[in-house]
């Protein structure tokens, strides 16, 4: 009887996690039908209703919200002791899958495979690169995310891996035509560059020096939504661009691209997170990974700073 009621809330909570009868059916690897069975049979068990149905989805009532935290703190339970036994015998193998950005994995991740295989051959890396930045890991099987976005779903961790400051570019072209600024509010008097988030416009550039902080509104002929292509702008010599050092490789260090405003720090940063499941006791596999992918990209915001290519 008591083993029932405990198999019982295993499938409430994945029902209450995968928020769909069909996803928690195939989490568990049962049927939808054997869902629906069980569910009922805990409703009836426990004496109240815990979900309202409606034609593509359900919601919890009071009462199922109060008892899937008993559901998941019963899984969890589970879980920990599991993943705490396998702990001693953990072997560093198996296939592990990375989201990123394509110019995260092109530039940074996927480079920095090589010596990661030579260390851990029998890990298998499976990179998926996207630009969404409401990844749902679960869904898409994801164990680690490499991403700026700091908002994610409940029972993630975000660890800040890095900040990446920001450069004030232009190309000697551009600045052969006109005199390049020696003031920020002098960049009014020029062609700036401006991203255009999908809600926001990022008109105003922040820069610090000597404990003073400005913040300069700028205008300019072009607005796009991708970074790389303002860069690529500037290389053109259409403007001035303001973009996080990580999307330079060599273009600084070869004259390509001049740092405008060197006396003045960006006051701006990027900050790049490494999101993953929150639990206690992470696979040896996962810690390796993520410790081994904070490096590279902590490395990657640290040397493109310096107008390096990391990987060049």
Not at 186 to 212: A, R
Request: with cysteine; proline share 4%.
């Amino acid at each position: 009887m008591q083993l029932e009621k405990a198999v019982q809330m295993v499938v409430f909570s994945a029902l209450v996690k995968c928020r769909s009868f069909s996803r928690a059916a195939e989490s568990l690897n049962v049927s939808v039908s054997h869902i629906s069975k069980k569910l009922a049979a805990l409703e009836q068990s426990v004496g109240v209703k815990l979900i309202e149905r409606s034609t593509r989805n359900f919601t919890l009532t009071q009462a199922g919200l109060k008892f899937s935290k008993h559901c998941t703190d019963l899984v969890s339970n589970i879980e920990q002791g599991y993943a705490e036994i396998n702990s001693l015998r953990d072997e560093v193998s198996g296939v592990f899958k990375i989201a990123c950005t394509p110019h995260m994995g092109t530039k940074f991740v996927i480079p920095s495979l090589s010596d990661f295989k030579q260390q851990y051959p029998d890990i298998e890396i499976e990179v998926y690169l996207t630009t969404d930045q409401n990844l749902d890991l679960l869904e898409t099987g994801i164990d680690l995310w490499i991403t700026i976005s700091g908002s994610i779903a409940e029972g993630y961790v975000a660890q800040r891996f890095a900040d990446n400051t920001f450069l004030a570019v232009a190309s000697p072209a551009y600045l052969m035509k006109n005199k390049a600024p020696s003031h920020p509010d002098e960049l009014q008097d020029h062609n700036c560059l401006i991203y255009q988030g999908w809600d926001t416009h990022y008109n105003v550039w922040s820069f610090s020096k000597d404990g003073q902080d400005l913040n300069i509104k700028v205008s300019g002929d072009y607005t796009v939504n991708m970074g790389y292509a303002l860069r690529d702008a500037s290389l053109a010599g259409w403007g001035i661009s303001y973009l996080p050092s990580i999307l330079f490789g060599n273009e600084l260090k070869e004259g390509q691209l001049i740092q405008v405003l060197p006396d003045w720090r960006a006051s701006y940063v990027m900050p790049f997170y490494g999101v993953y499941p929150s639990r206690r006791y992470l696979p040896q596999k996962t810690k390796i990974i993520i410790e081994y992918m904070k490096e590279v990209v902590t490395k990657a915001c640290h040397v493109t700073r310096l107008g390096v290519g990391l990987y060049s």
